[in-house]
């Protein structure tokens, strides 16, 4: 029997019994790099074949050098575009650095919170992800070792807000489980400017598991005006697809069709993202549409 | 070591040192329902634990029961609602039968041929696949067991033409190898009306082998006024998607704006398509786009 985060015969299989039972992508691993249980959770690095270095927490795959720009761009992108002009961002999770690498390719952004409860993915991106890693010394990032709910507690208190909210998390297993609940989709909205934006990975897709996505998406329209579903397509991640829900504060935000588009500068620096495949993320199967949005048929 | 349609502890893996090297995916199975070697190729079929049952042409997932939609949909919708009025609709391959249960949900359909070459996936799909082989007794469809190529050439000397060509092969090994060349897009080419479309599994995604598919668009190019390159998801499919190719006889016809929309009779049989995903999925992430496009950046 394969097991969760086993490495076997030189192959490393992603495998979940709760979340995706049945079905388990495998790579084929040249070098274990890193391997480790870190404060909060177990911490794999290997050098694959064909994918470059891969980080794995908790056996599943966050990142792999080869596609990791999908996921990364979109989501540091579709909110960013989609605002007017973001000035303070905050990035909660995502220490492997990789959004804050898209967030500081913004000129307008001034500056970027990096809340990161694991120092320890920090250090290891920085190793062996480094092209991810690559912008923690850019002037504009600042970084936060500690728990992303209790930072946003005491945004709250300090009465501090921000532009854009960019939820990085892992899977809601482990240190990240609280990051889909209602509680905390209402301390985003506190956290926000009036017109501002958050993303969040929704940890699932509307292959594996759309009744999650449904009720995840109930529970954000409860607590900002508009909200949206839409996906990047990221090869190792399962099923090949990762669902991402986009909120804003106001009702007036047009999440779907960005308000600003990328300059030929920064495009050319914009591997996946660009202003149609911004809006070409929300359209979904009819399925899916009618079972995430309740439309009628 | 892992080899290709190995069934293993319980799993099958899906492998290829050649199209896919380093990666796989695993499905659980739950019980063998077929194995042998047709005349044409190793023909698999098993009961697995998450998506079904599954059928598997040497070695590569044709279809499972729970997301087999996808593609059958997309590719014989696109190229049907981009045509004014598709009568006369040839499927080359597909012998599951799935292809030609959504080409008749058309009304104004008249003939679905389809050319199989192996009357063994027939069978099994009638037997293990029934939904996707529900349509093979409908009036208006006919079954043609040879190669398609050779039926192409016939069809040229008889001077017969459709609106509508789907080709629906297995990769380009094996069997199918010829439908990947030139000589068959001239071939269809010459079957089709002077507004006919055609649309082919290009076997791969942007993901997995970019270049391959650059070249498949040279070479349709070559011979089509316009072609273009879209993809549907399917998590069962390598990567998670798949690409399709479609190519227009006539050089004013849109192929990602469809001419026609669904009724909605026609809606409500539909899981997958519509009309804003008909669109959205030509629209390709950056890089995709600018290699296979070659546009400037």
Redesign the interface.
């Given at each position: 029997?394969?097991k969760s985060s086993q490495i076997r015969?030189?192959?490393f299989?992603e495998l979940s019994e709760k979340n995706f039972?049945?079905?388990?992508?495998?790579?084929?691993v040249e070098e274990v790099l890193y391997h480790s249980k870190s404060e909060f959770q177990d911490v794999l690095v290997f050098k694959?074949?064909?994918?470059g270095n891969v980080l794995v927490l908790d056996g599943i795959i966050q990142a792999t050098e080869r596609?990791e720009f999908?996921y990364q761009e979109m989501i540091a992108h579709i909110p960013l575009y989609a605002h007017k002009k973001p000035r303070n961002v905050l990035v909660i999770g995502g220490g492997d650095g990789g959004v804050l690498r898209e967030v500081v390719k913004h000129s307008c952004v001034e500056s970027a919170t990096l809340v990161e409860i694991d120092e320890m993915v920090i250090k290891l991106a920085k190793k062996y992800l480094p092209r991810m890693a690559s912008s923690f010394d850019h002037p504009k990032i600042q970084v936060k070792l500690c728990d992303g709910f209790q930072f946003l507690r005491d945004t709250a208190l300090r009465g501090q807000r921000y532009d854009v909210i960019i939820t990085d998390s892992s899977d809601p297993e482990g240190p990240a489980e609280a990051f889909f609940q209602k509680e905390y989709f209402e301390l985003l909205h506190n956290a926000l400017n009036d017109d501002g934006i958050v993303i969040a990975q929704a940890s699932e897709n509307v292959?594996?598991n759309i009744k999650y996505i449904q009720d995840l998406m109930c529970t954000v329209r409860s607590v900002f005006p508009r909200s949206q579903y839409c996906y990047t397509?990221v090869?190792?991640y399962?099923?090949?697809?990762l669902g991402l829900v986009v909120c804003s504060k106001s009702s007036s935000t047009d999440l779907i069709y960005p308000i600003r588009k990328p300059t030929?500068e920064e495009?050319?620096k914009?591997?996946?993202?660009?202003t149609?495949?911004h809006?070409?993320s929300f359209?979904?199967?009819?399925?899916a549409?009618l079972t995430i949005d309740g439309e009628q048929?």
């Amino acid at each position: 029997m394969m097991k969760s985060s086993q490495i076997r015969d030189g192959w490393f299989t992603e495998l979940s019994e709760k979340n995706f039972p049945g079905q388990g992508l495998s790579l084929k691993v040249e070098e274990v790099l890193y391997h480790s249980k870190s404060e909060f959770q177990d911490v794999l690095v290997f050098k694959s074949s064909t994918y470059g270095n891969v980080l794995v927490l908790d056996g599943i795959i966050q990142a792999t050098e080869r596609d990791e720009f999908a996921y990364q761009e979109m989501i540091a992108h579709i909110p960013l575009y989609a605002h007017k002009k973001p000035r303070n961002v905050l990035v909660i999770g995502g220490g492997d650095g990789g959004v804050l690498r898209e967030v500081v390719k913004h000129s307008c952004v001034e500056s970027a919170t990096l809340v990161e409860i694991d120092e320890m993915v920090i250090k290891l991106a920085k190793k062996y992800l480094p092209r991810m890693a690559s912008s923690f010394d850019h002037p504009k990032i600042q970084v936060k070792l500690c728990d992303g709910f209790q930072f946003l507690r005491d945004t709250a208190l300090r009465g501090q807000r921000y532009d854009v909210i960019i939820t990085d998390s892992s899977d809601p297993e482990g240190p990240a489980e609280a990051f889909f609940q209602k509680e905390y989709f209402e301390l985003l909205h506190n956290a926000l400017n009036d017109d501002g934006i958050v993303i969040a990975q929704a940890s699932e897709n509307v292959w594996l598991n759309i009744k999650y996505i449904q009720d995840l998406m109930c529970t954000v329209r409860s607590v900002f005006p508009r909200s949206q579903y839409c996906y990047t397509t990221v090869p190792t991640y399962t099923s090949g697809q990762l669902g991402l829900v986009v909120c804003s504060k106001s009702s007036s935000t047009d999440l779907i069709y960005p308000i600003r588009k990328p300059t030929d500068e920064e495009q050319s620096k914009l591997l996946y993202y660009n202003t149609r495949i911004h809006s070409a993320s929300f359209v979904l199967p009819t399925w899916a549409k009618l079972t995430i949005d309740g439309e009628q048929k």
